[in-house]
């Protein structure tokens, strides 16, 4: 089976001024279809630079990444910015949803940018599986953390994507609120088959993967696969 | 979609919707006010001159179709040869001096039988008619505005008039004078600024017209009517200028306005714009998001500055009533597209910036 992601000897290095960091040196990792991957890592591994990289929305420094056969290295900000929109749903730690939509709003948003207009029958069913139906017509600034979660997982997923990159989905939420967004993601990958990749520095978290990879100063260290 | 996010983005900051819109109000009713007050001044006075009831004017050589600037050069023995011609009816010697003490007003000296026999007489809304070079007439709409009465003493040109009626505005000046006593108090003995001439008949203008340039050659001589179609802002030296000058600024107003409200936006909104190109919204896309909001900001601040400047009117036109502002349909338009295109303008660069923002960058930003 051809992996929907897969990096070669990936490199992001930030420069500023004459001062070079990088924040990744020589990543190589594989995603399968279906598969649930965690990376975890310390503070400044490197975690959320690559899921930036292979989400398309920063430039690679050098090596390769190929999203679904698309080489993200060769493309520029426009026809990445095209990919994004079309294969990639992103989940954010401070689930950076639009303030001023309600969750109605903010999840059709993501369909509006798709471009295949409203699909009423897709956003009941996303709908109904993040438990949001009663939801929808409150704003972020009336919603728990762990709809607002919700309601940007719902974002993530509502245009189909490839797969959806999670940047620590449960690092501002409670205990119960995260075990609670955890299943969700674990449900959307064993039911609908969606391809997940989190980064997380929780352990336990970690285990709702089928896999784990570990980073250290911007490299993968070791992966295992959980049982 | 892009509509309801525009129209939270506007409801979401009430203030700075507040003072955006105001400052695209202001910007339009600086415009219509202007236009309106000139175009007023123009219309009534031309509608003014037409009250005087004569079918053609003559002016000294070279004049300018603003009599009060054209000096009195005429000698006054020219109304005796116009009475002498065929479809002359009657001609009527006037003398323009222009007061700007206590205002600024235009005064005609008349010789009242004459000036009766073109304009068909005053309708007196008090007192009499001229009857000595200390009386003047004044016009209702002056009288209203300065609270002048019958029997009042008015300083006008210098010199100390009593008040010997009021009349029906509408024709020519609001101020008349005996034009012997004007003639001797600006030391134009014997001399006219303008005849007015009335026809026999309206269809024997043309007629008039060629037989008066037989007469006196090089002299200004124009149908009423023409003269009326003269009056426009183009013909007064510098009233263009002025126009396009106050345009100017009023889209200086509404485009930096805009262009600070719209660059706070985007700075405020700096991880929104990160979360829209997460979602793989296009440049395109984020500028089309801020313009539209301008769009809507603009339109929201045009419909207010027409209704302030009707309110303006109002005020204006309350406190100063020989005020004439006209607010013309066109002008309305115009200052609308003024205020837009200023607008889009103004928000051009913040949307620009907006589009660029490295998402990444953006996402982090607190």
Known sequence: MEPILKTENLWKVYRTGKVEVPALRGVDVEVLPGEFVSIMGPSGCGKSTLLHVIGGLAQATRGRVLLDGNDLTTMSDSARTLLRRHKVGFVFQRFNLLPTLDAYHNIALAQHIHGNGFDPHRFEVVANLLGLSQRLHHKPSELSGGEQQRVAIARAIISEPKIVLADEPTGNLDTKSSEAVLSLLRQLNKELGQTIVMITHNPDAATYGNRVLHMRDGMVVNGSTVH | ?366
């Open chain 2, 1 to 366: 979609m892009i509509g309801h996010m525009i129209t939270q983005n506007v409801l979401h900051r009430p203030v700075r919707t507040l003072i955006t819109v105001i400052g695209v109000a202001v910007e339009v009713t600086l415009v219509i006010l202007v236009v309106g007050l000139t175009t007023g001044l123009l219309t009534e006075s031309a509608k003014r001159t037409e009250g005087v009831g004569a079918d053609i004017m003559i002016q000294p050589p070279s004049a300018s179709i603003w009599a009060a600037f054209s000096g009195a050069p005429m000698p006054i023995s020219i109304a005796g040869r116009l009475r002498g011609l065929d479809y002359v009816q009657a001609v009527a010697p006037v003398l323009v001096q222009f007061n700007s003490v206590n205002g600024l007003d235009v005064v005609y000296g008349i010789e009242p039988s004459s000036f009766r026999a073109v304009s068909g007489g005053f309708v007196f809304h008090s007192g009499h008619d001229l009857e000595n070079t200390d009386d003047i007439l004044v016009d209702d709409v002056y009288a209203k505005g300065k609270r002048v009465k019958t029997g009042q003493t008015l300083h006008i040109l210098g010199h100390d008039y009593k008040v010997a009626g009021i009349v029906e505005h509408g024709k020519g000046a609001r101020l008349f004078v005996l034009m012997s006593g004007l003639q001797e108090m600006s030391g134009a003995i014997d001399k006219a600024s303008i005849f007015f001439v009335k026809c026999d008949r309206s269809d024997h203008t043309p007629a008039a017209t060629d037989e008066i340039r037989g007469l006196l050659p090089g002299y200004e001589i124009r149908p009423l009517k023409d003269f009326i179609s003269l009056m426009t802002s183009s013909n007064l030296p510098g009233l263009s200028a002025f126009i396009n000058v106050m345009i100017s600024i009023a889209v200086a107003i509404g485009f930096l306005v805009i262009f600070l409200s719209m660059y706070t936006t985007i700075i405020e909104r700096t991880r929104e714009i990160g979360v829209l190109k997460s979602l793989g919204a296009s440049k395109g896309y984020i500028v089309d998001i801020i313009l539209s909001e301008t769009a809507l900001l603009c339109g929201f601040g045009t419909v207010f500055g027409v209704g302030l400047s009707f309110l303006m009117r109002w005020v204006f036109t309350s406190i100063f009533p020989s005020m004439t502002i006209l607010i013309l349909p066109k002008w309305i338009v115009f200052s609308a597209l003024i205020a837009i295109c200023g607008g889009l303008l103004g928000a051009a660069y913040p949307a620009w910036v907006a589009s660029r923002k490295d998402p990444v960058e953006a996402l982090a930003y607190e």
